[in-house]
Each structure stands twice: as structure tokens, then as C-alpha cells.
């Protein structure tokens, strides 16, 4: 069984740095999982999470929503199990619930989540 942990979230202030962090342990090795983080805001559903980056399994091929570009990285350590999201330059807007999914074959899996708090 897959398990997904998150953890690095916090109260910040606009403009601050945060680094998340998501370890993932189970029967495949890490470097099977395509990887990704998302974020949920008050008052949307589960369905409407936004997806905020991705990183395929050997770490090469990124994705990130356009409103994120060139203030969060994400990036793996397969030695570690562990995919991180650096944010840098928070805004209000990025205030919202960060879970890590990480999918293989087909199968997603999720974590609880990481409250990110940034206040203007």
C-alpha cells in the first residue's frame, strides 16, 4: 500500500519562502511514481484542485500552472522517496491546502494535505 506524506506548510507573510516536502513510501520503488503537487482553496472541491507543478519519474519533465512559473520549483530525490516544491515569493493567492499525489499504472494516490497560510 501506497502512503503519502506532506509536510512543510505553515503562517507566512507575502513574499516569504517555503519549502514542502512529500515522502512517499510502499511496495514500488520511488522512482516508478510520476509526481505532483496541488492546492485546494476554501469554498472548492476535491474535484477542483488545481494542479500547481509535476515532475515525471526520473526528475527531466516539469509542469507548472502559469500562475506559479518562475516562483516555484519542483524537484525529486529518488534516493530519499521525497518530491519538494520550493515557492518563493508567496502571494495571498497561493493561500490553500497543498496535497502531493503520486500516480503510477494508472493508480494516484493521495496525501492529507499541508496548510500554506500567506498573509499580505
Known amino acids: 500500500q501506497v502512503q503519502v506524506e506532506e509536510s512543510g506548510g505553515g503562517l507566512v507573510q507575502a513574499g516569504d519562502s517555503v519549502m514542502l516536502s512529500c515522502v512517499v513510501s510502499?511496495?514500488?520503488?520511488?522512482?516508478?511514481?510520476?509526481m505532483g503537487w496541488f492546492r485546494q482553496v476554501p469554498g472548492k472541491e476535491r474535484e477542483e484542485r488545481e494542479c500547481?507543478?509535476?515532475?515525471?519519474?526520473?526528475?527531466?519533465?516539469?509542469y507548472y500552472t502559469d500562475s506559479v512559473k518562475g516562483r516555484f520549483t519542483i524537484s525529486r530525490d529518488n534516493a530519499k522517496n521525497t518530491v519538494y516544491l520550493q515557492m518563493n515569493n508567496l502571494k495571498s493567492d497561493d493561500t490553500a491546502i497543498y496535497y502531493c499525489?503520486?500516480?503510477?499504472?494508472?493508480?494516484?494516490?493521495w496525501g492529507q494535505g499541508t496548510q500554506v497560510t500567506v498573509s499580505a
Open positions: 499525489n503520486a500516480g503510477v499504472n494508472g493508480k494516484f494516490t
Open positions: 510502499g511496495r514500488r520503488t520511488f522512482d516508478k511514481y510520476a
Open positions: 500547481v507543478a509535476t515532475i515525471n519519474y526520473s526528475g527531466d519533465t516539469t
